[in-house]
């Protein structure tokens, strides 16, 4: 809901400042002893683009808890995805930070929250915050991770698609767009919007829907000029605010109370694909 990107580093990374909410969209992972690492997907999304070899977050979620834990053998997963694939929405961290928590238990559980985190930091800036869920403000590279207060319910519309948008590559068009000649001043470190947190504390969404922004929407919207379209869209059928979730192309609009199914239908019936969620929820949890 808040994304505050700093310049680009010498080592092409950028300090970010943000707030992150988890919501009621959930994936299932499950772990069992095997001879090797081996993944199977499936879900109610679209998950031909999942890899499923090594190069998957939760294969190598897996793979650091056998070694800190010094099991020599594999691991199964399978997991049932309800995320859109590389929408920005974070479900492959989801699944990474489920997995931390059920290799650990298959194994004995012997790795403590502290361990966990900093496994969990090894894989992405958005694992961590996956483990713990609830609502968080992240600061640096976006693992250092402190708990925000938010009373109340937020209701969201989430609006995704099919194609998807590289990270990396969102970031890249960032960097290139503020090196075009602006008076915009150097962003050495950036900080969270005191009025984003008041307003989380406060448990008021109106508040909140004038605090929010990403700054990487401009970088998305340059590289997928139709989504400028659907935000106006959103804005028009009643959301208090519309924002590119994460690096995108999935859009997140939050709505009033009691608006979202109305704002749902607006965008359904406009031929788009809408997900109603509310925030915040628990994050990773292991379940019998």
């Known amino acids: ?29 499950w772990a069992q002893l095997a001879d090797e690492f081996s993944v199977e997907v499936t879900g109610s999304v679209d998950v031909a683009g999942v890899p499923l070899d090594g190069r998957n977050l ?20 399978e997991i049932r995805k309800g995320v859109p694939v590389a929408g920005g929405m974070g479900g492959g961290s989801a699944d990474a930070a489920a997995t931390l928590l059920a290799v650990n238990e298959l194994l004995g559980g012997d ?14 800036v958005d694992v961590p915050f996956a483990l713990h869920g609830g609502t968080a403000v992240g600061i640096g590279r976006g693992d250092e ?16 698609r099919t194609d998807g948008l590289s990270t990396p590559g969102v970031y890249a068009q960032l960097d ?6 602006d008076i915009r001043p150097h962003v050495a470190m950036p900080t969270v919007d005191p009025a984003v947190l008041a307003a989380l504390r406060a ?31 959103g804005t028009h059928s009643g959301a208090l605010a ?18 979202a199914g109305a704002l749902a239908t607006a965008m359904i019936e406009a031929g788009h694909t809408a997900i109603v969620a509310h925030g915040p929820v628990a994050g990773a949890r292991v379940l019998d």
């Open 242 to 259: 519309s924002l590119v979730s994460g690096s995108g192309p999935t859009l997140a609009f939050l709505a009033p109370p009691e608006g």
């Open 145 to 160: 991770l402190a708990p925000a207060l938010a009373r109340g319910r937020f209701d969201w519309v989430l609006v995704t």
């Open 58 to 77: 939760a294969v190598r979620a897996a793979r650091l808890v056998a070694r800190a834990t010094e099991w020599e053998g594999g691991i199964h997963l």
């Open 203 to 233: 448990g008021d969404a109106v508040a909140l829907s004038s605090a929010i922004t990403n700054d990487l929407q401009p970088a998305a919207c340059s590289l997928m000029p139709d989504l400028t379209d659907v935000i106006a869209l």
């Open 111 to 124: 790795l403590g929250p502290t361990v966990l985190h900093e496994l969990g930091a090894e894989l992405g």
């Open 1 to 29: 809901m808040f994304f505050a990107v700093g310049d680009v580093q010498p080592d092409g990374y950028h300090d970010v400042a943000s707030v992150y909410q988890a919501v009621s969209l959930y994936e299932d992972v």
């Open 176 to 181: 290139r767009l503020r090196a075009q000649p």
